[in-house]
């Protein structure tokens, strides 16, 4: 059964920092590329990163660049999002996805999904 589970969210004052995890299973971890997507009240979910074997780290959405940093570990097939300097834009559902091979920041081209975890930053 293939899962991803994302967690670590919580609630945070501006200027403050999380970090988010994506434990995973059901599938070769080193074979997907994993990104980080949000999705806040009345917008789209949208990418904010993402990283592969094949691409490294790929991307990051301007507005998050220089604040979030993605990493992985394979041996215990997770990712991770850490979250500094927030701000109450970035208040958001943060969902983990999965897919196979390269990156891509369309959340229509990702073969898995986690169910998300909620980050919020009071102003």
């Excluded at 200027?15 to 988010?20: A, C, E």
Aim: proline residues 2%; neutral net charge.
């Amino acid at each position: 059964e293939v899962q991803l589970q994302a967690f670590g969210g919580g609630l945070v004052q501006a200027g403050g920092s999380l970090r988010l995890s994506c434990a995973t299973s059901g599938f070769v971890f080193d074979d997907y590329a994993i990104s980080w997507f949000r999705q806040a009240p009345g917008k789209e979910r949208e990418s904010v990163t993402c990283m592969s074997r094949v691409d490294g780290i790929w991307y990051y959405d301007d507005s998050v660049k220089g604040r979030f940093t993605i990493s992985k570990d394979n041996g215990k097939k997770s990712a991770y999002l850490q979250l500094t300097r927030l701000n109450p834009e970035d208040s958001a559902v943060y969902y983990c996805a999965a897919k196979i091979g390269y990156c891509h920041d369309s959340r229509y081209s990702q073969d898995y999904w986690g169910r998300g975890t909620q980050v919020t930053v009071s102003s």
